[in-house]
């Protein structure tokens, strides 16, 4: 086996090549509007790059030079909507005020939810069949930003317990959730109102043995409450 071969079967061919050129990212994300479309259309395991090539209609060198196999492309989408929807989060007006920290984490597993039922394309992307190295690191980093975002504002209304874990905890947590979401997918194609509460209820009751059922509010949340308008 030659050297180019060596090289060859290193490559990784589950991660896209991104484009540096204005051109090139025209045609990238132009490839990924196309995915989108197809991924609606059809499960992801029927999607190939000539599809693609087609849909987009951007010829097949540039397609394969972007992304060396289907993965690629999933991957490369996966990475768009988790970007899309880490902005929308980040946007959006702080969870709360809340009665309890269930109601936080209740609210955040809605939000995701919401994102997933009006864009199919990234539910189908996050517990479709395929499955990559490089997918599942997304799908592991997706999680890690959700338990970060929770556990943020969670200790904004809340007196956490003195703990060096708790990031570890709503990671676990936010991936119990996500597996149940991932069971409904696979049953049913969407994410279910049933399965939806069976996940929040799962979750909150794995954080309760840490947390407990009642955590005492900060005490600059509860004073700025009492301050009159």
């Known amino acids: 086996m030659n050297e180019i071969d060596r090289r060859s079967m290193k490559r990784d061919t589950t991660r896209p090549r991104k484009p540096q050129r204005k051109n090139g990212r025209e045609k990238y994300e132009k490839l990924l509007d196309a995915l989108e479309t197809l991924i609606v259309e059809q499960d992801s395991c029927e999607i190939t790059l000539a599809n693609l090539s087609q849909m987009a209609g951007v010829p097949a060198a540039s397609v394969y030079h972007f992304f060396p196999s289907v993965d690629a492309s999933l991957t490369a989408l996966a990475e768009r909507h988790y970007k899309t929807f880490s902005e929308a989060l980040d946007k959006h007006p702080q969870l709360g005020p809340a009665e309890s920290w269930q109601d936080l984490l209740f609210e955040l597993c809605d939000l995701v939810r919401s994102y997933y039922e009006i864009n199919l394309p990234a539910l189908k992307v996050h517990f479709g069949p395929q499955s990559n190295w490089a997918l599942r690191n997304l799908q592991a980093e997706n999680n890690l930003r959700l338990a970060d975002s929770l556990l943020k504002r969670i200790s904004q209304e809340f007196e956490l317990p003195a703990s060096q874990d708790w990031r570890e905890r709503f990671l676990l947590a936010i991936t119990i ?47 700025l409450a009492m301050t009159p308008a």
């Open 177 to 223: 959730n996500d597996s149940f979401w991932a069971l409904s997918y696979s049953r049913f194609g969407c994410i279910t109102e049933e399965i939806a509460a069976e996940g929040k209820r799962a979750a909150a009751a794995y954080l309760k043995m840490y947390l407990g059922e009642l955590l005492a509010r900060r005490q600059t949340r509860t004073r």
